[in-house]
């Protein structure tokens, strides 16, 4: 399954409502909002239901870890918490290596 997020044209009913139009392809899923993602239909499914459908989903986390080399940004990603720790140990040595953050996603599996 491949996501998509497109921006509304102004004719479309949700315009200034929401953000983002979410699809499957070419298939409309729902809508992004900057509190979070509603069904297509308001009121289609209770927050309850989309909770529990939530829920229900398997994830997997997806390990983002930022860091500069000599004050350009770069980006590594890391299924494994162990490969990613041995990773930032190894970087830490480094002198030119600085600001290392770590993001944690939850990706659907």
Known sequence: MQLTYQKLG???PMFGKVSFLVADGTTPICYKTDN???PLEEGAASPT???SAAESIET???YVLSFNVNDEAEEMTFKSKKKLDKTIEKLRQKDFVTD???T???VVS
Request: proline content about 6%; hydrophobic content about 30%; aromatic content about 12%.
């Open 36 to 38: 979070g993602y509603i």
């Open 49 to 51: 239901t989309a909770a």
């Open 60 to 62: 997997q986390p997806l």
């Open 100 to 102: 290392l953050k770590t």
């Open 10 to 12: 102004k004719d479309h």
């Open 104 to 106: 944690t996603y939850n």
